[in-house]
T-cell receptor
Framework: DAGVIQSPRHEVTEMGQEVTLRCKPI?????LFWYRQTMMRGLELLIY????????DSGMPEDRFSAKMPNASFSTLKIQPSEPRDSAVYFC????????????FGPGTRLTVT | AQSVTQPDIHITVSEGASLELRCNYS??????LFWYVQSPGQGLQLLLK??????LVQGIKGFEAEFKRSQSSFNLRKPSVHWSDAAEYFC?????????FGAGTILRVKS
């Protein structure tokens, strides 16, 4: 298996622009998680899906953030409009179960908003 | 609610020395416990996990961890550290709800 795939690996954009991050989970995993990692706040869970349905989005910081999972093999995290404080590394992870099984992480997308 | 405390932000050890990274958790039921490692510019990689049974679990890269219910701890150990072990280490607890990560411990290895 190729593992969790994220694209792009790096994104540099200007404030106010729309940013879309993409994730392909491991085949057969029915949970998908989006995390944000910063020096100040560490690793934060933004949202997670079970069988393509959003279960808990309490970690999504603002309405500027939205996430979708149109099918079992694809998810997007969108920021519109982006702000400099959104600069972070965004990780996608997948697992067979949200708490009882290990999560497998993608390599992350490093987002810089100028 | 679940929570994880990693009391050491940074640890420096000499190559070849032993290592212990501390992790304390808070969870009402039997926890599922994990240690992950993150090398610079990389995602998190699972080192080991504890679900039940033997409280001493072995992981990859020569790491082990011991679950101590009485101390609510799940400390990570390695008998002899290699320079390639320099990375950030995260402890996590999972249960019925989401996985919760600690703040991480950065390990530096000096030669």
């Amino acid at each position: 298996d190729a593992g969790v795939i994220q694209s792009p690996r790096h994104e540099v954009t200007e404030m106010g622009q729309e940013v879309t991050l993409r994730c392909k989970p491991i085949s057969g995993h029915d949970y998908l998680f989006w995390y944000r990692q910063t020096m100040m706040r560490g690793l934060e869970l933004l949202i997670y899906f079970n069988n393509n349905v959003p279960i808990d989005d309490s970690g999504m910081p603002e309405d500027r953030f939205s996430a979708k999972m149109p099918n079992a093999s694809f998810s997007t995290l969108k920021i519109q409009p982006s702000e400099p404080r959104d600069s972070a590394v965004y990780f996608c992870a997948s697992s067979l179960n949200q708490g009882k099984h290990e999560q497998y992480f993608g390599p992350g997308t490093r987002l810089t908003v100028t | 609610a679940q929570s994880v405390t990693q009391p050491d932000i940074h640890i420096t050890v000499s190559e070849g020395a032993s290592l212990e990274l501390r992790c304390n958790y808070s969870y009402g039921a039997t926890p599922y416990l994990f240690w992950y490692v993150q090398s610079p510019g990389q995602g998190l990689q699972l080192l080991l996990k504890y679900f039940s049974g033997d409280t001493l679990v072995q992981g990859i890269k020569g790491f082990e961890a011991e679950f101590k219910r009485s101390q609510s701890s799940f400390n990570l150990r390695k008998p002899s550290v290699h320079w390639s072990d320099a990375a950030e280490y995260f402890c996590a607890v999972g249960g019925e709800n989401k996985l919760v990560f600690g703040a991480g411990t950065i390990l530096r290895v000096k030669s």
